[in-house]
């Protein structure tokens, strides 16, 4: 009897178990790098290279060397919905389909933005570490004065699925919202009363900004120093999309010179180095990526990914594809 080959599947990290074991238990052949750090180059080319599907992670670049090594591959499913780390066309000519996973970490991420802006607009780190310190003597009138978020200019920078998540959390808080996108969003309007204005608009007139638009070689330093100094000295920044869509070191200078209040970033521009300045500033919250790292969002990304690559290996096509 002639043996069907099992298709190999690649998981260059460890993601939750319930995808591991619905590739599995489609029969297909899965092989995980289980170290808790980035997989080395060589690991990776090995395993790559008769691999029918591999799941990459979003700080692994997946270029031309990369491609280049993979004999067999039919799909790479990132697991983020963000896919920069991808060379998207080099993967069309080498007949790859690319998937990501929007949708399901969405809230997650919006969260996030929130749990930034607080924390920004309240100074809740700041006085956090001030109880821990033991520096707790009694309530005072003026300790850690912070800004409301009611009847403030909300100013989204990208009106997809994340922005569109946040401007909603931003209205229950009573803010007014406006966003920039290259399209209008109806289900935005319609929800949050936003009103789509242009780049310079948002940045001039928001009292709060949160980044949520994809890095593409249009994006990479929108923020730079032009524009970063049109923002209000008051104005608070949030950033859980991806570092290089700021001019970090312009920003760093900004907040160093108290031209905007204050900022918080989920993400880095040369992730995971971080600017050492940028750790020295009081008026900066750092977090390390996790906008998404909740146990739904997560397992659901796995899952997704795993069901694209299923999808994929019978024929059917992707479910999110990205191009
Ligand atoms: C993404 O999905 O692109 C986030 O940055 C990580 O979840």
Redesign the pocket.
Known sequence: MIQKSKFKVFITREIPNAAIKLLKDKGYNVRVYSKDSPIPVKELYKNIKDADAVISL?NEKFDVAVFDKMEKCKIIANY???YNNIDIEYAKKKNIIITN?PDV?TDS?ADLAMALVLACARKIIEAEKYVHAGKFKGWKPKLFLGIEIKDKMFGILGGGRIGTAVAIRAKAFGAKIIYLSRRKNQYLEDSTGAKKVSLDTLLKTSDFISIHLPLTDKTYHLLNKEKLSLMKKTSVLINTARGEIVDEKILIRILKQKKICCAGFD?FENEPNINPELLELGNVVALP?I??ATVEARTNMALLAAENIISVLSGKGAITPVL
């Open positions: 979003l983020a919905v963000g996973t970490l991420t993400v990526h906008g998404s």
